[in-house]
């Protein structure tokens, strides 16, 4: 096994670093035609657990899983551009047995609107394991390919990641966060794979999926949501046909994007550009309710309303935004729950 990426992860917990250039599942070598772990003689329990929780964790996708609508209606505010879409590209690449090329998702917004907690979704509704399957893999800028003086040394490793990983399971899902801080031309390397072709190399990547997650164009997607609201329409009349254009050029013509001048763009290799509205001060109390209900507590509107105008908001006049959407209502909460 070689080492690939930087084998230590940031503190949020939630990444899952690259293990090597060939992929495992832990200590045992499955596939389809692997037998039913009651029928297997193990020495003890201990063998005979590790076995059935990576059987379970076996590449295998069951469509009838894919129904995200509870999550993303009870979870994710403000957002029904993503919703939509999300739902729709997700569910109907799943059923379809052919697809003629990879699932590509570009997700854009600022920070604390849902993109990360989306991605999360999608890899929880296809893979009972979550962002802690061995089939999804998420790759974070600005940790994983750090120095710019080493972007030949990471295209030549992500694509034998890839190529490894998809050889193993056809619908692997590729998780790269912080597009906006990658270095130019890095991304164009798994521009192979996300193309029309049936194989490359002798492997198939048209099921397979890949999500980016960016900053980029969340400029373009305020000014429009900061239109609808000035003119008093509901943000709900915003359309994607609204947003997708302009987030599209704006990756593409952003030097400080992953996607400047990308040949993933250039070629209409992504399939959906993905915008995440800024979130108001009723997304924020919803939000804060959330939490609340996922920690055992009761709702207390009162504590609620404070967390809420402990918030920062934007424009600077009127105040319509959260610039930091709900990312930091979380730890605001423990100042009032602190035993």
Same mark, same amino acid.
């Given at each position: 096994?070689?080492?690939?990426?930087?084998?230590?992860?940031?503190?949020?917990?939630?990444?899952? @670093?690259?293990?090597?250039?060939? %992929?495992?599942?832990?200590?045992?070598?499955?596939?389809?035609?692997?037998?039913?772990?009651?029928?297997?003689?193990?020495?003890?329990?201990?063998?005979?657990?590790?076995?059935?929780?990576?059987?379970?964790?076996?590449?295998?996708?069951?469509?009838?899983?894919?129904?995200?609508?509870?999550?993303? /209606?009870?979870?994710?505010?403000?957002?029904?551009?993503?919703?939509?879409?999300?739902?729709?590209?997700?569910?109907?690449?799943?059923?379809?047995?052919?697809?003629?090329?990879?699932?590509?998702?570009?997700?854009?917004?600022?920070?604390?609107?849902?993109?990360?907690?989306?991605?999360? &979704?999608?890899?929880?509704?296809?893979?009972?394991?979550?962002?802690?399957?061995?089939?999804?893999?998420?790759?974070?800028?600005?940790?994983?390919?750090?120095?710019?003086?080493?972007?030949?040394?990471?295209?030549?490793?992500?694509?034998?990641?890839?190529?490894?990983?998809?050889? @193993? $399971?056809?619908?692997?899902?590729?998780?790269?966060?912080?597009?906006?801080?990658?270095?130019?031309?890095?991304?164009?390397?798994?521009? %192979?794979?996300?193309?029309?072709?049936?194989?490359?190399?002798?492997?198939?990547?048209?099921?397979? &999926?890949?999500?980016?997650?960016?900053?980029?164009?969340?400029?373009?997607?305020?000014?429009?949501?900061? /239109?609808?609201?000035?003119?008093?329409?509901?943000?709900?009349?915003?359309?994607?046909?609204?947003?997708? %254009?302009?987030?599209?050029?704006?990756?593409?013509?952003?030097?400080?994007?992953?996607?400047?001048?990308?040949?993933?763009?250039?070629?209409?290799?992504?399939?959906?550009?993905?915008?995440?509205?800024?979130?108001?001060?009723?997304?924020?109390?919803? $939000?804060?309710?959330?939490?609340?209900?996922?920690?055992?507590?009761?709702?207390?509107?009162?504590?609620?309303?404070?967390?809420?105008?402990?918030?920062?908001?934007?424009?600077?006049?009127?105040?319509?935004?959260?610039?930091?959407?709900?990312?930091?209502?979380?730890?605001?909460?423990?100042?009032?729950?602190?035993?």
């Amino acid at each position: 096994m070689i080492s690939l990426f930087v084998s230590s992860s940031p503190t949020s917990g939630s990444v899952l @670093t690259a293990r090597g250039l060939e %992929p495992a599942a832990d200590s045992l070598s499955l596939s389809l035609s692997a037998p039913s772990p009651l029928t297997l003689s193990l020495k003890n329990r201990n063998k005979r657990k590790n076995y059935i929780d990576a059987y379970r964790n076996i590449c295998l996708v069951c469509p009838a899983r894919l129904s995200g609508t509870k999550d993303l /209606d009870s979870k994710l505010f403000g957002q029904h551009l993503a919703k939509k879409v999300i739902l729709n590209a997700v569910s109907g690449f799943i059923s379809n047995p052919k697809p003629k090329k990879p699932l590509t998702l570009s997700l854009h917004g600022w920070t604390g609107t849902g993109k990360n907690f989306v991605s999360k &979704i999608i890899a929880e509704n296809i893979y009972e394991g979550g962002l802690n399957s061995d089939y999804v893999h998420l790759f974070v800028a600005t940790l994983h390919f750090p120095h710019a003086s080493n972007i030949t040394l990471y295209k030549d490793q992500l694509q034998l990641w890839i190529r490894g990983n998809v050889s @193993t $399971c056809a619908r692997s899902i590729f998780i790269f966060d912080e597009m906006d801080k990658m270095h130019a031309g890095l991304i164009d390397a798994i521009k %192979p794979f996300l193309d029309y072709y049936d194989h490359v190399d002798g492997v198939s990547y048209q099921k397979a &999926i890949f999500i980016f997650l960016s900053n980029a164009g969340a400029e373009r997607i305020t000014d429009v949501a900061l /239109d609808f609201w000035r003119s008093g329409k509901q943000r709900e009349e915003i359309k994607l046909k609204d947003m997708e %254009p302009a987030l599209s050029v704006s990756a593409f013509n952003n030097k400080n994007s992953g996607f400047w001048h990308s040949s993933l763009i250039d070629r209409n290799l992504i399939d959906y550009f993905v915008p995440f509205l800024p979130l108001e001060y009723k997304h924020l109390k919803m $939000c804060i309710r959330v939490e609340m209900q996922s920690r055992g507590f009761e709702i207390d509107e009162d504590i609620v309303t404070k967390v809420a105008e402990e918030m920062t908001f934007f424009p600077k006049e009127e105040r319509v935004f959260s610039d930091k959407g709900c990312k930091t209502v979380f730890t605001k909460l423990d100042y009032y729950y602190d035993d």
